[in-house]
C-alpha cells in the first residue's frame, strides 16, 4: 500500500474513507463489549448459577487473552496481509459472540470468552497500522482520531447498553447483538479494504520471544486484576512477580535478536515514540483508575443503580466526542504536542474537580467534571498516538502499533489495580463514605500529572516527512 504525500490541510480521499469505516465498524463491538459486560456480573453469576469469583473470569479471561493475543500482530500482518489478519480477527470475534450467546455453563461461557478476546487482541493494533500506512503523516492526527471513536463511545455507550440490554432482553444479547454488527463489517472489508501488497510469506514466528511475552503480559495483567479486586496475596504476588520476568526476559532477547524479535523493543530509542508510550502509560492509568471510581461512587455514596452509575459516565464520551475530530485537525496542523498538553492540563482540571466531591454532591457537578475530562480525553488520544508514528520508518508501524496496545492495556490494568487499592484502604482507614473517594482522587490527579512529564519531551514538530512512519 503506497503512502500518497498530501498537503497537511487536505481531506480524506475516498480509499481512506473506506479503511476508517471498514475499522472503525470492526472494532467498536470490541471495545464496548467489555464495559457491557462489566455490568452484567450479578446477573450472569444468577442466571449460571456460580459464584461471583467464578464468573468474574468472563472478564478475566477475555482481558488475559487479548494480551497474550496482541504481541504477534505484527508477525501475522506480516506473514499474512493486514487484510487476511483483519478479516479472520473479525470472524474469531464474531464466532466467540454467538457461541457465548449460546454457552450452558460458566465453563463454557468463560472458555469462549476467551476465543473472543483472541479475536479482539489483533483488531486494534491492525486498524491502527492499515490507517497509518494509508493516511500518511499529513493526516496522522486525523487518522488517530478516526481510530479512537470506539474508545471515546465506550465510556458513554458501553455502560447504558449493558444496562438496557439487561433490563429488557435475557443476557444472552449481550453476546448476540454483536453479531449483525460484525457480520456487516466482515462484508465491508472483503469490499473496501485494499489489497495486501506487504506481505513476506516467508517471514518466521520468534518462537521464544512469543513464549515469553505473550504469557508474561498475561501473567502482568492477571496480577493486576488479583490486586484490584483486593487479592493481593499469593496469586497478585506470583503473577506480577512472573510477567516482570518474563517480560524483562523478552526484553533482552529482542536487544539480542534485533530485527528478528517479535517485537522490536529499540523502537523506545526514538524520542516522539518513547515519550507518547510513557504519556500513554500514565494517562492511561490515571483515566482508567477514574474510570472505575465514578460509578462505584455513584453506587456506594449516592446510591445509584446500575443504569444511573452508567448514565453518569456518558458526559466523558460526550466530551471526548466533541473534542476528538478537532485534535485531529490540529495535529496535523500543528503537530502532537501543544493538542496533547491542552489535553491532560483539562483532564487534570476535571479530575481535580472530582477531588472537591463530598456526601452531598448531587450529580450535576460530578458530570461536568466528567465532561472537562472527556473534553480533555479527545485531545489527547489522537494526538499522543499520532506523535507515536510521526518519526519511525514506514516499516515500523506493525511493530509501533503493537507496542502502544500493550502499553495502554497494562496501563489501564494497573489504574484499575492502583485505584481499588488506594479506595480499600482510605476506606478501612475513614470509613466508607465520600472521603475515601476523595483521597482517591487526589492518587488518581498525582498519577495523571506524571503524564506531563514525558508529554513536554515529544518534540513540537515532526522530522521530514519521508522519514515518518505513515
Known amino acids: 500500500m503506497k503512502t500518497t504525500r498530501v498537503p497537511p490541510g487536505s481531506a480524506f480521499d475516498p480509499a481512506l474513507r473506506r479503511i476508517s469505516l471498514a475499522v472503525v465498524l470492526g472494532t467498536v463491538m470490541t471495545v464496548l463489549d467489555a ?32 494480551s497474550m493475543t496482541i504481541p504477534i500482530t505484527g508477525w501475522a500482518m506480516e506473514r499474512f496481509g493486514a487484510k487476511a489478519t483483519w478479516i479472520t480477527s473479525l470472524a474469531l470475534f464474531l464466532a466467540g459472540s454467538a457461541l457465548c450467546g449460546a454457552a450452558w455453563s460458566p465453563g463454557s461461557l468463560i ?38 471513536i470506539p474508545a471515546m463511545l465506550a465510556p458513554a455507550l458501553g455502560p447504558v447498553a449493558g444496562g438496557l440490554l439487561l433490563d429488557r432482553l435475557p443476557w444472552r444479547w449481550m453476546f448476540y447483538v454483536n453479531v449483525p454488527v460484525c457480520a456487516v463489517a466482515l462484508v465491508l472489508a472483503v469490499r473496501l479494504l485494499p489489497r495486501d501488497v506487504e506481505r513476506r510469506p516467508d517471514s518466521r514466528l520468534d518462537g521464544l520471544g512469543l513464549a515469553l511475552l505473550s504469557p508474561g503480559l498475561a501473567a502482568l495483567v492477571y496480577g493486576l486484576s488479583q490486586v484490584g479486586e483486593g487479592t493481593a496475596g499469593t496469586r497478585a504476588l506470583v503473577g506480577l512477580t512472573l510477567g516482570v520476568l518474563l517480560v524483562a526476559a523478552f526484553v533482552a532477547h529482542s536487544l539480542r535478536s534485533p530485527g528478528r524479535a517479535l517485537l522490536d523493543v529499540r523502537l523506545f530509542g526514538d524520542r516522539s515514540f518513547a515519550a507518547s508510550a510513557a504519556t500513554l502509560f500514565f494517562y492511561s492509568v490515571a483515566v482508567f483508575g477514574v474510570m472505575l471510581l465514578v460509578p462505584l461512587y455513584s453506587q456506594a455514596v449516592a446510591g445509584a443503580g446500575a443504569l444511573e452509575a452508567g448514565l453518569l459516565m456518558a458526559p466523558m464520551g460526550v466530551g471526548a466526542i466533541i473534542t476528538m475530530p478537532v485534535a485531529g485537525r490540529l495535529t496535523d496542523r500543528l503537530g502532537p504536542y501543544r493538542p496533547g498538553i491542552a489535553g491532560i492540563l483539562a483532564v487534570l482540571a476535571g479530575v481535580a474537580a472530582c477531588t472537591r466531591i463530598d456526601a452531598s454532591t448531587g450529580t450535576a457537578p460530578l458530570a461536568a467534571a466528567l465532561l472537562v475530562i472527556g473534553l480533555g480525553h479527545g485531545l489527547i488520544t489522537p494526538s499522543i498516538m499520532a506523535a507515536a508514528y510521526r518519526t519511525l520508518p ?8 503493537t507496542a502502544s496496545q500493550i502499553v495502554i492495556r497494562v496501563g489501564s490494568a ?28 487526589w492518587w488518581a490527579l498525582g498519577i495523571g500529572a506524571l503524564a506531563l512529564v514525558p508529554a513536554l519531551l515529544i518534540p513540537r514538530r515532526s522530522g521530514p516527512a519521508g522519514e515518518t512512519a505513515g
Not at 37 to 65: F, H, K, P
Open 35 to 66: 464495559t457491557i459486560v462489566n455490568v452484567a456480573m450479578n446477573v450472569l453469576g444468577r442466571e449460571l448459577d456460580t459464584s461471583l469469583g467464578t464468573i468474574q473470569w468472563v472478564i478475566t479471561g477475555y482481558t488475559l487473552a487479548l
Open 111 to 148: 472458555a469462549f470468552r476467551v476465543l473472543q478476546g483472541v479475536g479482539g487482541g489483533l483488531l486494534m493494533p491492525v486498524a491502527q497500522t492499515m490507517l497509518a500506512r494509508a493516511a500518511g503523516p499529513e493526516r496522522m492526527g486525523r487518522v488517530m482520531a478516526v481510530i479512537s
Open 394 to 401: 514506514r516499516t515500523a508501524a506493525p511493530a509501533a502499533a
Open 414 to 441: 494497573l489504574g484499575a489495580a492502583v485505584l481499588a487499592v488506594v479506595l480499600q484502604t482510605l476506606t478501612r482507614s475513614s470509613g466508607a463514605g465520600a472521603r475515601a473517594f476523595t483521597g482517591s482522587f
